[in-house]
């Protein structure tokens, strides 16, 4: 059975940078069917595509948030990871990792993580 | 503001039929897949329909899902009270070259 487990700081500084981890499980991220990506929601507010990744390093993300994100992966952990800098309070959220199924015309995260609170503050 | 636009609330009584809207434009719902999440109170979302109608595995029929248009739909068949939850739809936008979600519907079994 496929999991997925975020990790990473519960609290970052203002200005400073977000890094998390997602270590997959029950399957190969070296997977040519799918993508990676993760996903956030403010307190409140609704789900944000932050971005996905491809195990050959191939990443695209939401252009609201280009400049300051970058998704990587390692395939020899089985792990990808999220860096968003520059953070203000508005970026805390929970942030969700997925798999990702994205071949036009059908796109869907099929498997998420728990989930993993990141709250901005000094 | 979403781009996929969806009621804020809905509210059905248990065994009856509930729908969930969910409205686009051309360039998402208009020439992609739509796809349906529940969340359900302090879980992660979960995956219930994708390709519009399309079922995952587990995922019970009383879950069905329509598209018309830029618009779609997801149907809620014999309501129970462990299906309130939030909804949310999803669809990748070609001009915004962007997944994106609406803003969700927050579904109460009265």
């Known amino acids: 059975q496929l999991q997925l487990q975020e990790s990473g700081p519960g609290l970052v500084k203002p200005s400073e940078t977000l890094s998390l981890t997602c270590t997959v499980s029950g399957d190969s991220i070296s997977s040519t069917s799918y993508y990676w990506g993760w996903i956030r929601q403010p307190p409140g507010k609704g789900l944000e595509w932050i971005g996905s990744i491809f195990y050959s390093g191939s990443a695209y993300y939401n252009p609201s948030l280009r400049g300051r994100v970058t998704i990587s992966v390692d395939t020899s952990k089985n792990q990808f990871s999220l860096n968003l800098n520059s953070v203000t309070a508005a970026d805390t959220a929970v942030f969700y990792c997925?798999?990702?199924?994205?071949?036009?015309?059908?796109?869907?995260?099929?498997?998420w993580g728990q989930g993993t609170l990141v709250t901005v503050s000094s | 503001q979403s781009v996929l636009t969806q009621p804020p609330s809905a509210s059905g009584t248990p065994g009856q039929r509930v729908t969930i809207s969910c409205s686009g434009s051309?360039?998402?719902?208009?020439?992609?897949?739509v796809c349906w999440y529940q969340r359900l109170p302090g879980t992660a979302p979960k995956l219930l329909i994708y390709?519009?109608?399309q079922r995952p595995s587990g995922v019970p029929d009383r879950f069905s899902g329509s598209k018309s248009g830029t618009s779609a739909s997801l149907a809620i068949s014999g309501l129970r009270s462990e299906d309130e939850a939030h909804y949310y739809c999803?669809?990748?936008?070609?001009?915004?070259?962007?997944?994106?979600f609406g803003g969700g519907t927050e579904l109460t079994v009265l």
């Open positions: 051309s360039s998402n719902i208009g020439s992609d897949y």
């Open positions: 997925a798999r990702h199924y994205c071949n036009s015309p059908t796109c869907h995260f099929d498997y």
């Open positions: 999803a669809a990748w936008d070609d001009s915004l070259s962007s997944f994106l």
């Open positions: 390709s519009n109608n």
